[in-house]
């Protein structure tokens, strides 16, 4: 008998009202209310039967954002777009219940004279309020907001070798380093860490001491959702069958939001480095692989992101061959589900004790914190190895 | 110290001058003769340093065929059509040196009362004297022939339990079971068989048998070079992210020998079910996936197999998103280099002891024998345990 | 001042319930009560400003089909399938007009000793209630019914050489020639034509012979809206710049009721011949191109048509290349509006006093009756030449 | 009788030892010699039948490069990397011949005071002595050179009114503009100009002034030869079915010198201007297309370009569906040819008397000099009507 049906876990997510933010929340209330099917949900899939995951209705959906856009317009385009299907019920007081339980932040630090201080206050403030007035347990918090790109003096402060000493830098900074702020205030206040974007995040020597010192368990970077995921099964193949991998170009269109926020050259050169590691990791190659990952932004695809990737290869004897792909996917259905195994793998992690980088989970990031595997089956066998998940083949 | 040096093992290949035996018994050669890049050989690879695989000098390639075309004309051949490298050097006297231990079958059993039984003593005469006369200790048969269509007669003979109970029915046939005559042919000498081709060779209760009662070891059916590789390392992808895949569509073009046999509705059948089985076997879906594998024959690629596949699945919510891909590969380049390495790893098996069905060699091959799995990266955890080669994961 | 305001022209589909016929209907109201973008409509494009074309609102649709599904579930349908946009307006009582003008045709000619006259009967009388209840002066009637298998007796009853010796030969069928019959009954109701589907229809030396002594004019064969669209613009860019076509292969996946009429051998065979005939006309060359065509129902695309092409082609000094596209279109989004456009253009045609075969339509169909122009580029010339269109580019 | 078999007219290619310059000098010789198939040559196809071009033997080939690399040394790099075909004869003897009239300019202008006064009169004098030396009636300048970046001061005296004007700032440069300094000696010269390139050459106000005071013809600018010359095919066709582009994006790969040299950002911003203007002329839209083209290095593909390219358009009342290509050229294949046929035509242009920007052979360029149109059919109909060559449909 599952025992934790009475528990009220909160999901505090960072970006409540953007795409994926609000997709997640709504669908948790759909799969909860039941008869919906699980497709696309890891957690419901076979080899986690068994596992003593906690139930859907053990959790509580909320969190922040800097916009006021009420979740019914954002689930009713959502629905237009078929980011959600047609079907999908849109109750406005389930939806009004989940906005009253996000609180807006655009104006945290704002005018301050120590504005990472003051923004570091306002979103533990937050977070505290939200665990106070809903009397949860515990509180996961969930990053997903746009990918920003790193200031100067963002990048400086990250190199602190400890908390204290980022700590003691921050009132110093004249911006906000939001990606680390997110992360420092979730463990400052005992919540778990989930960073689904490519922002740094708990990846930096600072925060995982601030995690190690907090007893806290933390999982990351920048969900793997599309093509990147393709390619950490495709490169695997290349490299059991000797073959010698020459170029790798991906070629990658978007039009959401993300993809705006990646018209900004700062914010691409971070997703592309995410992007493009991978490869190297899992060929073996060195400076022979020519690699490139480009990314455009093309309104009109809006959240059907397109990818084209081309793969030049040598065979026996040096012959060259050639693959190509096209992925045709929406973001937010690609990502939605992930957030919802993710909240579940962490919340059962922390319950069995278990803190620090939650490498087990890396075959959910394109830049697994503390894990240098890329190949997603290795991946997942730590995944099922951890959880003593079958996964065996029947041979 | 490898002690194997000294010992000469046999490699007889049905369809010696076709394009892959003709690629394989020339390269050989090369690799023996030191200097050439290792790509594409599976068994020089990271993962098998360390296991006791039988030196390349330990090899005598021969055969049998049903032309009698020069292997220099054939070498120069897949020279011109770019298989072979420019570079590759053409040394006519050791090609005359293979040529001269290829045996023309092709009177075999013609004319005779009982073409089937005189077609087994043929063949069975050939790798005696293949063997007495160059000293060898152990003959290795591997089956690189075309792809047969199967007579009503193969087919209802090929259910036969036993082999006693399909030798008694043999004389009565009036053609000639070729798949079935050089798997019976290579048991009854005591010689391993491989089976590249998806004609049934030991994938018959009643050969199976045979090979338990000879004790000899055997591998097959179907070498995996292509498209369905790549659908082995990709289906699992969708399985492990609990997507369901709707439709699942192949389309193969190619122009070499095999395309044309492919011309022959009865042989694409055979091919296409080979290539079909898989896809049900990894995603375990049952009538909802749509798939169907096509292949036509387009002279101008020559060995150039080009193949589209689409892939149509619904993810979160049942949102439904699309994946295409183009592989454009030369069969005989992928091919060849998996001969080497079958040879060189079933000869260690048997060297070990090992007979019957060798389920470790599974990644190898479009329909395994004896094993129901076909996820590329399971197949080689079961080649890599079986070595006890090293493969785990860094983490 | 365009005069033609008052007249009525019905337009009477074949077919009228069917995903082409319906979405006609319904968007016809649509664009005629304003406010709806122009978008695929070819009359509404720049070349075609000052022709004397009828205005939107001189159209009255009705016609026939087998089934009784009220339009209201198949525009319903349609939009829950994305075929019409979420924002088209459902207007109950405007499609129960055009329901009424349907008549069911499903019994025609059954039971009946000379079915095919009986058949032929019933539609002269159903196009002849339409035209009176409706009061209007002119009737098109456009063929939109499923691609149907021919007939050993149809294919016999075709080769007949004028009207009245095929009409003497009808009685005798056991099986009623459904694309003659539609096309008879239009024209001996002094009807104008259009066939879009690749059935026969006026493409027969009788029926032509019939529209001649009817002064009637007809258009024809089998819609050009996707993969061969693209073709008719691509194959002249290769023999335009003296390139040779080693092979074109293309690869057709469709799942609407088209997509299971052609999962008839029988049907495909008909279609595919209509796609195929082009690129041989188009390039020029003979025996030497290397061409197939293949089509397969894959029931979850739906309307949306999938198509992949290769192109294998040798440039200077013979050296070879490849070209290869997907095409992923919606078949009726696509075909609806050239039926509103082929009924304007037949419209202006038959008001000018034109009879028989409207050559200048060869743009639209894969198979232009009475043309041997394939080129789309040269068709357009047709087109625009015959109306006096400007269509001079500016240099 | 074609009266010009006598004439010597003299072809001189500056990069004459590059790529195309190379291929073209050797395969002309191939071609005089007869006996090879006319493949890609577009003035040897139908229409150009009884046009009265000049004959092969009719040409000479010489012209500069910054390299001394010997041309057997580059025709047998072409033939090793698949550019030339196996079968191609080598002859030393002529190509020393042609070797022989290839002037190294690399170190023209250097050191100099007046760099580009220095250049202009080197490269004067060096079309001078290919005249006199070979006694030649006429010289075609034809520039196959490198896409160079344009400095600011190139950019300033581009926009010079006339050529006494440009001339005059011509010594106080610091850099040798060579886009102009090749045009401006060629005109001054009495010579035709084909710009192949990218680079302005005379494409601008004060070169097409000295082009008109010497009476000389000239044509250009950027040769279209791969996705270009696809584009200018497949845009007219959604332009001609009103359908609605949302979005074209086009990205492509090559691994040759001009790939090298495009690694520039200067460099390959010229390009993509070149390649990007055509889409909205073509298909007359404004501001809502949105269209990009990327450009990577990928050195492994060598002189086979691949490109790729996403079509996203809105059909019937908004619906949205797609298109994709992928282009697998040889650049140097489809160039060379197109050089032979230029300088036939500018030869007949020049012969008939005709001077200035020859705009009839706007179909050959990606940025047509003097002319608007990039519809390649529209471009191939300015051709053909300008020599009267037949090219109506059978209609």
Same mark, same amino acid.
């Given at each position: 008998?599952?025992t934790n049906g009475n528990r009220r876990v909160g999901v505090w997510?960072?970006?409540?009202?953007?795409?994926?933010?609000?997709?997640?929340?709504?669908?948790h209330?759909?799969?909860e209310?039941?008869?919906?099917?699980?497709?696309?949900?890891?957690?419901?899939?076979?080899?986690?039967?068994?596992?003593?995951?906690l139930q859907w209705n053990g959790l509580l959906f909320g969190?922040?954002?800097?916009?006021?856009?009420?979740?019914?317009?954002?689930?009713?385009?959502?629905?237009?777009?078929?980011?959600?299907?047609?079907?999908?019920?849109?109750?406005?007081?389930?939806?009004?219940a989940i906005?009253?339980r996000?609180?807006?932040?655009?104006?945290?630090?704002?005018?301050?004279?120590?504005?990472?201080?003051?923004?570091?206050?306002?979103?533990?403030?937050?977070i505290?309020?939200f665990r106070e007035d809903n009397g949860l347990e515990r509180v996961i918090?969930?990053?997903? !907001?746009?990918?920003?790109?790193?200031?100067?003096?963002? $990048?400086?402060?990250?190199?602190?070798?400890?908390?204290?000493?980022?700590?003691?830098?921050?009132?110093?900074? $004249?911006?906000?380093?939001?990606?680390?702020?997110?992360?420092?205030?979730?463990?400052?206040?005992?919540c778990a860490?989930?960073?689904?974007?490519?922002?740094?995040?708990?990846?930096?020597?600072?925060?995982?001491?601030?995690?190690?010192?907090?007893?806290?368990?933390?999982?990351?970077?920048?969900?793997?959702?599309?093509?990147?995921?393709?390619?950490?099964?495709?490169?695997?193949?290349?490299?059991?069958?000797?073959?010698?991998?020459?170029?790798?170009?991906?070629?990658?269109?978007?039009?959401?939001?993300?993809?705006?926020?990646? !018209?900004?050259?700062?914010?691409?050169?971070?997703?592309?480095? !995410?992007?493009?590691?991978?490869?190297?990791?899992?060929?073996?190659?060195?400076?022979?692989?020519?690699?490139?990952?480009?990314?455009?932004?093309?309104?009109?695809?809006?959240?059907?992101?397109?990818?084209?990737?081309?793969?030049?290869?040598?065979?026996?004897?040096?012959?060259?061959?050639?693959?190509?792909?096209?992925?045709?996917?929406?973001?937010?259905?690609?990502?939605?589900?992930?957030?919802?195994?993710?909240v579940r793998?962490?919340e059962?992690?922390w319950r $069995?004790?278990?803190?620090?980088?939650?490498?087990?989970?890396?075959?959910?990031?394109?830049?697994?914190?503390?894990?240098?595997?890329?190949?997603?089956?290795?991946?997942?066998?730590?995944?099922?190895?951890?959880?003593?998940?079958?996964?065996?083949?029947?041979?």
């Amino acid at each position: 008998v599952n025992t934790n049906g009475n528990r009220r876990v909160g999901v505090w997510v960072i970006g409540a009202r953007g795409s994926i933010g609000a997709a997640a929340a709504a669908s948790h209330w759909l799969i909860e209310r039941g008869g919906t099917p699980m497709t696309g949900l890891v957690t419901e899939s076979l080899p986690f039967r068994g596992v003593d995951l906690l139930q859907w209705n053990g959790l509580l959906f909320g969190g922040c954002d800097v916009v006021d856009t009420p979740l019914i317009d954002k689930i009713r385009a959502h629905i237009d777009e078929g980011i959600l299907p047609r079907s999908f019920p849109v109750d406005a007081k389930v939806l009004r219940a989940i906005d009253s339980r996000i609180t807006n932040l655009a104006g945290a630090g704002g005018g301050s004279a120590t504005p990472a201080m003051t923004a570091l206050a306002a979103v533990r403030q937050a977070i505290r309020s939200f665990r106070e007035d809903n009397g949860l347990e515990r509180v996961i918090v969930v990053n997903c !907001s746009s990918t920003l790109a790193q200031s100067a003096e963002e $990048r400086s402060i990250s190199k602190s070798p400890s908390w204290p000493r980022m700590l003691a830098r921050l009132p110093r900074l $004249r911006s906000i380093p939001w990606g680390i702020v997110y992360a420092a205030a979730a463990l400052e206040e005992q919540c778990a860490f989930i960073n689904f974007t490519p922002n740094s995040g708990t990846d930096l020597p600072a925060l995982a001491d601030l995690a190690r010192r907090q007893g806290m368990p933390h999982a990351g970077r920048d969900g793997k959702t599309g093509e990147t995921l393709v390619k950490s099964v495709l490169a695997p193949l290349f490299s059991a069958r000797a073959m010698h991998v020459l170029a790798w170009q991906g070629y990658n269109m978007l039009g959401n939001g993300d993809g705006h926020a990646l !018209s900004d050259p700062g914010a691409r050169a971070l997703k592309i480095k !995410s992007k493009d590691q991978q490869l190297r990791a899992i060929l073996g190659q060195n400076g022979d692989l020519h690699t490139q990952v480009s990314i455009d932004y093309v309104p009109s695809l809006g959240d059907w992101k397109t990818a084209w990737d081309f793969i030049h290869f040598e065979g026996f004897l040096g012959v060259r061959m050639a693959m190509q792909f096209t992925w045709q996917g929406c973001d937010t259905v690609l990502a939605t589900p992930l957030i919802l195994d993710l909240v579940r793998l962490v919340e059962l992690a922390w319950r $069995r004790g278990e803190s620090g980088e939650l490498r087990h989970l890396c075959s959910f990031f394109k830049s697994p914190i503390g894990c240098e595997e890329h190949d997603f089956r290795k991946q997942l066998d730590h995944l099922y190895n951890h959880l003593g998940a079958p996964h065996s083949s029947t041979m």
